[in-house]
């Protein structure tokens, strides 16, 4: 089984940061992308970032320039640095990944981790 794990959420003051965390367990071939999406009470899931294997990576623009994404594919990890963060980022936070669970078979698994809360106040 495939386990996602994140971390990071909490409290801060508009403007402060947060760094967000996702890790990833259990047996799998390989992951083809991971990404952070974010969705407040009574709204849709928005992509927040995503980024491939290969490190590219793509953004919302509402938190282009402020939010950044990257990954420690030796650990299986993704990252969500969150800097200059406003009342409006303010929403549950959930990775997911596409992953491969076997080399025998070309198959890819969306996988969601919990979700952590971020919340900012102005």
């Known amino acids: 089984q495939v386990q996602l794990v994140e971390s990071g959420g909490g409290l801060v003051q508009a403007g402060g940061s947060l760094r967000l965390s996702c890790a990833a367990s259990?047996?799998?071939?390989?992951?083809?992308?991971m990404g952070w999406y974010r969705q407040e009470p009574g709204k849709q899931r928005e992509l927040v970032a995503s980024?491939?294997?290969?490190?590219?990576?793509n953004y919302a623009d509402s938190v282009r320039g402020r939010f950044t994404i990257s990954e420690d594919n030796a650990k299986n990890t993704v990252f969500l640095q969150m800097n200059s963060l406003k009342p409006e980022d303010t929403a549950v936070y959930s990775c997911?990944?596409?992953?491969?669970?076997?080399?025998?078979?070309?198959?890819?698994?969306?996988?969601w981790g919990q979700g952590t809360q971020v919340s900012v106040s102005s």
């Open positions: 997911n990944a596409l992953i491969r669970r076997s080399g025998g078979s070309s198959t890819m698994t969306i996988y």
């Open positions: 259990g047996s799998f071939f390989s992951i083809n992308n």
């Open positions: 980024i491939t294997s290969g490190g590219t990576t």
